[in-house]
């Protein structure tokens, strides 16, 4: 009896061991995911003043600032998403099925909601 008390403990470090293991080198796979269907639609910076907010869209055929189209090239693999305007890279990553966080350019970490009405 004491044997397989010991075997199912050495059984649980393991698997508890593997997991550990895993979630410390592949943090990816536990990221929040986003479809490209979610991610169509206006972005608006949070907790700034609404005349000072960031805002840009994203559609199928590229990102739009200001109403025009800024690049027709972007990068999103459902937990990140990239493009560049001129020499700047825009990088964001997927919080929540509802929440971008930029993370470059990194003047300060700001967070972008969908605009309900998109």
Known sequence: MRLTKQFVMLVIVLVLGWVSFTVAT????????????????????QDVASYAADRFEIRPDGVYTNGSKATTEYQFDGTKLKYSIGTETYLYRVEDEKTLERVEPAHYTSFFAKDKRS
Do not use: N, S
């Not at 592949?26 to 910076?45: I, N, S």
């Open 26 to 45: 592949r943090p990816e796979l536990f990221a929040p995911h986003m479809t490209d269907k979610q991610l169509y639609g206006e972005w608006v910076e």
